[in-house]
């Protein structure tokens, strides 16, 4: 199987050329096939708990750009949902849950109804399975995912979205045990959690820490790297040969410590990452995946084309996979990502 896809085939060490191709937020509000399934789904947790809608908007990029991968449609969210913690989506402010500040939040969440409760979303990765093949998209791969611990963690202390999440980083430094317990639940939750992903087909999953760069090297060693390395030896016992991608968003200097002590097996780069320096800074067999800005693609045009065969350069001889340095931005026109797939399958290092 990993013979006829490529972004496995990369996963597995292989440098191919050109690289794979996908997209963070390939299936999202850019996409008018998308907005007309919003609106029928009426609100976004609806969306991503009904299973034929959820493995609509997944397959939607892959019809219109037949990327290399398709990736889940879910929310990193749905694990504190899972949970037994509130949750909604509120237009224009974004996802709300209970702020979780004391012992007693924690002890009331419900790790053995995760499984129970995130069955929408598993059954929506076996539809996806299903209609790859039925589709004829049999080379493209299936990406599972999820938050990593400390990013859901901030969401669920804070009780919405923040740009620097204040509260928690207090509860971090103010009540390490708390806050200690909280990654403990919401880690073995996500190994459960990918677990049943993989199990309905899934064959590689990638944890989404996009707030890792808010923490000091210390911090982002105890509430990233710790609970990341779990995650992955956690998954390798049970789901051996499932390749593990991280995006510890931000990370820096610290990127090198993540790839050496977490054994994740492939990494994902945020947009302030240097391809050149990050190449010589992590192992030469481990895949890199990024990085392009995605307002790069909304911008479309030279600058696009500039900034992709500058990465293309950059990426080449080793493993890589092309991707964004972040998610697709709801202004981006469709045929701006159409000239990029184009671009980066052509395999071209110059303008």
């Known amino acids: 199987m990993t013979a006829d896809k490529p972004l496995l ?5 292989a440098s191919t050329w050109p690289p794979p191709i996908w997209l963070m937020r390939q299936a ?17 947790l609806t969306l991503c708990l009904t299973p034929e809608l959820a493995a609509e908007a997944t397959m939607q990029p892959i019809r219109r750009y037949r990327m290399d991968a398709a990736i889940l449609f879910s929310d990193i969210l ?6 037994g913690r509130g949750l909604e989506y509120r237009e224009g402010e974004g996802p709300i849950l209970p702020p979780l500040r004391a012992v007693g939040d924690v002890a009331g969440l419900e790790p053995g109804q995760v499984l129970a409760r995130v069955g929408p979303v598993l059954q929506t990765v076996r539809l996806v399975r299903s209609a790859l093949s039925a589709e004829g998209f049999a080379d493209v791969s299936l990406i599972g995912f999820a938050g990593g611990p400390f990013t859901v963690a901030c969401y669920m202390v804070e009780g919405a979205g923040s740009r620097d999440f204040p509260a928690t980083r207090r509860l971090a430094f103010g009540d390490p045990a708390l806050f200690a317990r909280l990654l ?6 996500t190994v459960v959690y990918l ?14 820490d996009s707030w890792a760069g808010i923490l000091s090297p210390s911090q982002f060693r105890a509430h990233v790297v710790r609970t990341t390395r779990r995650i992955v030896a956690e998954l390798g016992r049970r789901c051996p040969g499932i390749p593990v991608i991280g995006f510890p968003r931000l990370a820096g200097v610290l990127l ?19 391809l050149v320096s990050i190449r010589h800074a992590v ?25 992709t065969a500058g990465l293309l350069h950059a990426m080449r001889g080793r ?15 469709p045929e701006h990502v159409a000239a990029l797939v184009e671009f980066v399958r052509a395999g071209r290092t110059e303008t």
Request: glycine content about 14%; aromatic content about 6%.
């Open 283 to 307: 192992g030469a067999g481990l895949p890199l995946q990024g990085n392009l800005d995605p307002v790069a693609v909304a911008v479309g045009g030279g600058a696009m084309m500039r900034e």
């Open 184 to 189: 403990d639940v919401l880690t073995d939750a």
């Open 195 to 208: 677990e049943g992903q993989i199990a309905a087909g899934a064959e590689t999953v990638m944890l989404f």
């Open 78 to 83: 749905l694990v504190p949902w899972a949970l």
């Open 319 to 333: 493993p890589s996979i092309f991707n964004l340095g972040h998610g697709l931005v709801p202004e981006t026109p």
């Open 256 to 274: 090198a410590a993540y790839a050496a002590e977490t054994g994740v097996h492939a990494i994902g780069l945020d947009t302030s990452s240097d």
């Open 28 to 44: 999202g509000r850019y996409l008018p096939e998308y907005r007309q399934l919003r609106a029928k789904a009426g609100d976004f």
């Open 9 to 13: 085939q990369v996963l597995a060490g």
